[in-house]
């Protein structure tokens, strides 16, 4: 599906199908294509061409029964109710659906029901707006940006009753800056750059289509120059006693730093999930930019 406005392309060509009970983060640098192609499957905006079905339907269809939910990064919140007024007055849009007190305990804010929501921070605004998804009992939850906020407690026990939902057949799309959160949480990895997918497996695969490895070691004065004319080496950093050195060939660079200098504590590493976002969408990546990266069948 694509969706321009104007001049600009903002989904250039999204293939893509998602299976019942998957966790799938949705990653990219700002202005690939996430928000855009969110509210296309939550209904928000049309595709130029193409088209979404969400559970064989339209996606408005589907929202309108309850089958969808999403947890936005802002907005959707009165500050002069409390949590449970909040939760209340939802719940009568979804009489069919689960209990207010259940969603704000599923959430981990029954303990601060009473409070105002201009009284609450930003990550218990966001537990809210999770609490506000629940109520329908949705088959599919988005999630953009939603532990923005959370102190790491609180990170932890969401992602905790996201994968019990998902355990359960719920499935999960969730756009995130915390690439560690893709690496734990998600089943699946989608990399978007510039409206297209530019990579889309789990995140050792998509780990994998990042070509290289970093040697670290502990030496005091590393003599960058040599280390950077080493095969295979794309770059070095000096992080006071220890020196990082990434590229293809880190046999040479561990054979080097061993034999030539007094180097210790040697460990190589793969690339994590962050290295391999950073080489897959980065403006050098054209060709990946195209589509020709690495895609599930």
């Known amino acids: 599906m694509e969706k321009h406005y104007g001049s600009v392309?903002?989904?250039?060509?999204?293939?893509?199908?998602?299976?019942?009970?998957?966790?799938?983060?949705?990653?990219?640098?700002?202005?690939?294509g996430k928000t855009t192609t969110m509210d296309l499957v939550l209904g928000l905006a049309a595709p130029t061409r193409g088209?979404?079905?969400?559970?064989?339907?339209?996606?408005?269809?589907?929202?309108?029964?309850?089958?969808?939910?999403?947890?936005?990064?802002?907005?959707?919140?009165?500050?002069?109710?409390?949590?449970?007024?909040?939760?209340?007055?939802?719940?009568?849009?979804?009489?069919?659906?689960r209990a207010p007190e259940e969603v704000l305990e599923r959430a981990g804010i029954?303990?601060?029901?009473?409070?105002?929501?201009?009284?609450?921070?930003?990550?218990?605004?966001?537990?809210?707006?999770?609490?506000?998804?629940?109520?329908?009992?949705?088959?599919?939850?988005?999630?953009?940006?939603?532990?923005?906020?959370?102190?790491?407690?609180?990170?932890?026990?969401?992602?905790?009753a996201i994968r019990?939902?998902?355990?359960?057949?719920?499935t999960v799309v969730f756009a995130?800056?915390?690439?560690?959160?893709?690496?734990?949480?998600?089943?699946?990895?989608?990399?978007?750059?510039?409206?297209?997918?530019?990579?889309?497996?789990t995140a050792a695969e998509v780990k994998a289509l990042a070509a290289g490895r970093t040697v670290r070691a502990t030496l005091a004065e590393p003599d960058v120059a040599a280390l950077r004319v080493l095969p295979g080496v794309d770059r070095v950093e000096v992080r006071g006693s220890t020196v990082l050195v990434h590229g293809t060939d880190s046999d040479a660079v561990a054979r080097y730093l061993l034999t030539r200098t007094p180097?210790?504590?040697?460990?190589?590493?793969?690339?994590?999930?962050e290295e391999a976002f950073v080489a897959l969408t980065g403006d050098d990546q054209e060709a990946l930019g195209t589509g020709e990266g690495w895609r599930r069948r």
């Open 164 to 170: 019990q939902d998902a355990a359960a057949g719920r």
């Open 9 to 32: 392309q903002a989904v250039r060509g999204v293939d893509l199908r998602i299976e019942p009970g998957e966790v799938v983060a949705f990653l990219g640098p700002n202005g690939a």
């Open 110 to 160: 029954a303990a601060i029901a009473g409070r105002l929501v201009g009284k609450c921070s930003g990550g218990e605004q966001q537990r809210l707006r999770f609490a506000m998804a629940l109520l329908p009992d949705p088959s599919l939850l988005l999630l953009d940006e939603p532990t923005q906020g959370m102190d790491v407690e609180g990170r932890r026990s969401f992602w905790a």
């Open 51 to 97: 088209h979404v079905s969400v559970f064989g339907m339209p996606p408005r269809e589907a929202v309108r029964r309850g089958l969808v939910s999403a947890v936005l990064q802002s907005g959707g919140l009165l500050k002069d109710l409390t949590v449970a007024e909040t939760v209340a007055y939802t719940a009568r849009l979804f009489p069919s659906g």
């Open 176 to 201: 995130t800056h915390y690439l560690e959160e893709a690496d734990s949480y998600a089943d699946r990895v989608v990399l978007v750059r510039r409206g297209r997918i530019v990579a889309d497996g």
């Open 263 to 273: 180097a210790k504590d040697l460990e190589i590493t793969a690339l994590g999930l």
